[in-house]
């Protein structure tokens, strides 16, 4: 799977408030995703911090493309868990979403998310998640 080919599976499964996120695939290698979230000002919460909503679904989404490249193609999956713990705020900036599988058996797969700010050294925030895989 290649960035073009990540970018289409993005397009053609995701639902359409996703695809408001303008999320961009930027590097996809086996068992490894790496997206930009763009900053939106529509993004914001209250204080001006990206919503904790928004990079919990990039990260969602980022691993949706990870597990699609470690398993060679897109299959039908679904989250089983997602834990996200956020440590800093995003303010004015995107944000990188480095999705890596963990583990992928035959009906579930494992991931870790890291969310950083771009130019920051510290993430913004860290999630795991839990799939199962449909098909």
Do not use: C
């Not at 053609?12 to 290698?29: H, I, K, Q, S, Y």
């Not at 204080?47 to 490249?69: E, F, L, W, Y």
């Not at 583990?103 to 199962?132: C, H, N, Q, W």
Request: aromatic share 6%; glycine share 6%; charged share 20%.
């Amino acid at each position: 799977m290649n960035t073009h080919t990540a970018q289409q599976l993005l397009t053609d499964n995701f639902a359409p408030w996703v695809l408001d996120l303008n999320l961009r695939v930027v590097e996809v290698t086996p068992a490894h995703a790496l997206l930009r979230l763009p900053w939106d000002a529509r993004l914001a919460r209250d204080g001006g911090g990206m919503s904790g909503q928004a990079m919990m679904a990039a990260a969602d989404t980022a691993t949706v493309i990870a597990v699609s490249a470690a398993r060679g193609a897109y299959g039908p999956m679904t989250t089983v868990q997602q834990s996200t713990s956020f440590q800093r705020p995003v303010i004015d900036t995107d944000v990188l979403v480095d999705a890596r599988v963990t583990k992928l058996g035959k009906r579930m797969a494992f991931a870790e998310i890291t969310l950083t700010a771009e130019g920051a050294d510290e993430p913004a925030a860290r999630a795991s998640t839990v799939y199962a895989l449909l098909g």
